[in-house]
């Protein structure tokens, strides 16, 4: 057995938050190991380029992935925990999901490792008693990058890497399931915005 076959043999007995902290080490290496190729370049000024959800929900496509019955998706101040923050309130239907999605440009000047989305999740105060979990989903381009099953009653804040789109428009969905009792699954998420720097 080779060297990289014990290596990935032990990445994949990581858990998946490790694997994600392991694979943007490895975009970390890789943009070291091209800046340390070109230290005779000039120096580029960078900025940070953000986009916001809540400021951009108006352009949101909101949907149901059955009946909406139930369903309510807005933007507004949310307490968590005792804790306000603006965000995205997203209280799935009776049954299925709810479904909120964006259409991102992603600057072309876009510098690897690319675009982090930051948020944070929670359950409006005042919710009763979990009568089960709520699944929080991220989707990209369709696929499913990040998903928690919870019932936060404090903010818990997260922030992943996206795949590389630098030029390209981003299809990023937020999704909520209720997946025992709809009743008071009034999960939100906090200022969500992806993040990341240009030149």
């Known amino acids: 057995m080779t060297q990289l076959d014990t290596t990935v043999k032990e990445l994949a ?10 694979h943007e080490y490895v975009a970390f290496l890789r943009w070291r190991s091209g800046a340390a190729a070109d230290l005779t370049a ?16 108006a352009e949101a496509d ?6 909406a019955a139930g369903m309510e998706v807005k933007i507004g101040e949310a307490a968590v925990g005792g804790e ?4 995205l309130w997203q209280h799935p239907p009776v049954m299925g999901e709810s479904r909120i999605e964006f259409h991102v440009p992603i600057p ?8 982090r989305l930051r948020f944070s999740i929670g359950m409006r105060d005042g919710a009763q008693a ?13 696929w499913q990058i990040w998903s928690r099953a919870a019932w936060p009653v404090a903010w818990q804040p997260f922030e992943i890497g996206l795949p590389f789109q630098a030029g390209n428009v981003l299809r990023l969905t937020f999704a909520t399931d209720a997946l025992g009792s709809h009743h ?8 969500p915005e992806l993040v990341g720097a240009t030149e």
Request: net charge positive; proline share 8%.
């Open 184 to 191: 008071f699954a009034w999960a939100v998420w906090g200022e």
């Open 42 to 57: 000039p120096a580029q000024p960078e900025r940070v380029w953000r986009f916001s959800f809540l400021e951009h929900f």
């Open 108 to 115: 072309a000047g876009l510098r690897a490792p690319g675009a």
């Open 62 to 67: 909101v949907r149901a992935s059955r009946d």
């Open 84 to 87: 306000r923050r603006p965000a």
């Open 130 to 142: 979990a009568a089960g979990l709520v699944a929080y989903r991220v989707r990209v381009d369709g």
């Open 13 to 22: 007995a990581l858990s998946p938050a490790d694997q994600e902290r392991v």
